[in-house]
């Protein structure tokens, strides 16, 4: 079986397509806003307004200084390849007209410049990030997208495993709780190997405001001592010396009533919605049923 090759003719006709000169035959031209549309490779999911109508602002003073790239597609419709972003600001401004380059560009070379553009110029989330490379890497592979985006086959690697992660990590990341993007990818890789861990500390994390500090020295702390990450590649172990062995201290323990509110059931975890917090239970299925009818017989609270 052959080995599939990266064609060079598409490295360079990226690099032509985020090239800010003209090419030989082609010329800046002011096309109308509303001749515009926007790319179907755009990898952002929001744009703050914020941001926004800060450049709109820029563009009434100063006009678009960057032209739009944009590409003639087969029902003859202007569709942007790079410039989403100043092309909605221009509009917010007022503007009836844009600078643009209009380019022939094929799909890949166009999800390519756009995360670029939006990589490189115009920071966006680490969620948009990981779900624009993902769907470049499907279009072609982790080695092509790594030369296409001028970036490592890790770095491709850990933003694919971000976007691959289970529904509540991504719903933490949309929310915006942590835009530490090696963070995000050890927390989906907890979820991977401990998902009722992972679980914990992402509800944590969004009800407890003290513990946002750095998300994946959070993921290392909560992960088993003494051994070894395999997505990290570092050794988790201390350098200090363990303590010597003492007798355990004896205690009496105090048993607090929990009331429960609500009883559910997530994937492969009981979840107990209490007057102490949420709590997450990792069990089989026959272990489930039991639970779930001793509580019903129950009168809400549990000694």
């Known amino acids: 079986m052959k080995n599939k090759t990266i064609d060079m003719g598409q490295i360079t006709s990226l690099a032509d397509a985020l090239a800010p000169a003209t090419k030989d035959g082609e010329t800046v031209i002011n096309v109308r806003i509303y001749d515009l549309k926007e790319g179907k490779y755009q990898p952002r999911g929001t744009i703050e307004n914020a941001s926004l109508k800060e450049l709109s602002e820029s563009i009434k003073a100063q006009g678009v200084l960057i032209p739009i790239l944009a590409r003639r597609l087969a029902d003859n419709t202007l569709e942007i390849v790079a410039g989403v972003r100043r092309w909605m600001a221009a509009t917010l401004a007022g503007q009836e007209t844009v600078p643009t380059i209009i380019r022939n560009i094929d799909d890949k070379t166009a999800l390519a410049s756009a995360l670029i553009e939006n990589i490189d110029r115009e920071k966006m989330s680490v969620l ?4 624009g490379v993902t769907r470049l890497v499907k279009e072609t592979s982790t080695k092509e997208a790594a030369i296409l985006l001028g970036k490592s086959p890790n770095w491709i690697s850990k933003r694919t495993k971000i976007a691959n992660s289970p529904d509540y990590v991504l719903s933490f990341a949309e929310k915006g709780f942590s835009s530490d993007t090696e963070g995000l990818y050890q927390l989906s890789c907890l979820a991977e190997t401990d998902g009722l861990a992972a679980r914990s500390l992402v509800d944590l994390w969004e009800k407890d405001p003290s513990v946002r500090r750095s998300l994946r020295e959070q993921v290392l702390r909560i992960s088993s001592p003494g051994k070894q990450s395999r997505h990290s590649g570092k050794d ?40 102490e917090g949420t709590m997450y ?22 000694p």
Not at 128 to 131: L, Q, S, T, V, W
Not at 268 to 273: D, I, P
Request: charged fraction near 30%.
């Open 281 to 302: 239970f990792d069990l089989t299925q026959e272990i489930k049923e039991q639970m779930l009818n001793a509580l019903n017989n129950t009168e809400g609270e549990i």
């Open 236 to 275: 988790m172990r201390s350098d200090k010396k363990p303590p010597a062995k003492s007798e355990p201290e004896r205690t009496t323990a105090t048993i607090v009533p929990i009331s429960i509110e609500q009883v559910t059931i997530e994937n492969k975890l009981l979840v107990l919605s209490t007057n």
């Open 128 to 131: 948009d990030e990981a779900i």
